[in-house]
Each structure stands twice: as C-alpha cells, then as structure tokens.
C-alpha cells in the first residue's frame, strides 16, 4: 500500500502565491506519474500539472506561466508552485501517482487539500 500526504493548502488573496507539496510513502519501486489535480464546487476533477519520471511536465492551460510542477525522486515528492492566484484557481486539489509495485502499476490519490483564494 502507498499514501500520499498533502501538504500546503489555505486561503490567500488574489495575486498571492502557495506551494503544494505531496510526499509518496510505503511499498515503492518507483514512481512513474505525479500530478495533480483539483476540483471545484459542482466541476468535474481536472488536471492541473502532470510530471513523468523522465522530467517531462504538462499544464492545463489555464494555469500555464503561473504554475510549475516538480519533483524531489529521492524524496518521493512532487510540489505545486502556484503564483499570481486567482479567485478561479480556489477549489481541492489532488495528488495523484502512478506507482510500480511487485512487477505492475497502481495507482494511488491524496486526500485532497483545500486551496481558497479570495480577498
């Protein structure tokens, strides 16, 4: 079994900036996928950031030039810089992560961790 622990979430104001962490724990191999994800009030979960192993990233466009996604592999983690946050970006947002285990792939989720942004 593998948890994934957030970290990082609050409430700032427009403008302002937060950094997301989420650390990968138990049975690894090696992790193929981190990204992450949010949801808000009555949307349907989408993708924020993604990150592979090999170091490459993708973004919703919604948030490029403001986010940046990345990861520490020795640690297990991966972090979401956010800046210049706008009242749009409030919602939960999710680690996800695609691990080997035992010869297959799993896939795991956060518990979320609130993001607010208001003033």
């Known amino acids: 079994q593998v948890q994934l622990v957030e970290s990082g979430g609050g409430l700032v104001q427009p403008g302002g900036s937060l950094r997301l962490s989420c650390a990968a724990s138990?049975?690894?191999?090696?992790?193929?996928?981190m990204d992450w994800y949010r949801q808000a009030p009555g949307k349907q979960r989408e993708l924020v950031a993604a990150?592979?192993?090999?170091?490459?990233?993708n973004y919703a466009d919604s948030v490029k030039g403001r986010f940046t996604i990345s990861r520490d592999n020795a640690k297990n983690t991966v972090y979401l810089q956010m800046n210049s946050l706008k009242p749009e970006d409030t919602a939960v947002y999710y680690c996800?992560?695609?691990?080997?285990?035992?010869?297959?792939?799993?896939?795991?989720w956060g518990q979320g961790t609130q993001v607010t942004v208001s003033s």
């Open positions: 990150s592979r192993s090999g170091g490459n990233t």
């Open positions: 138990g049975s690894i191999f090696s992790i193929d996928a």
């Open positions: 996800f992560a695609e691990v080997r285990q035992y010869g297959s792939s799993y896939r795991y």
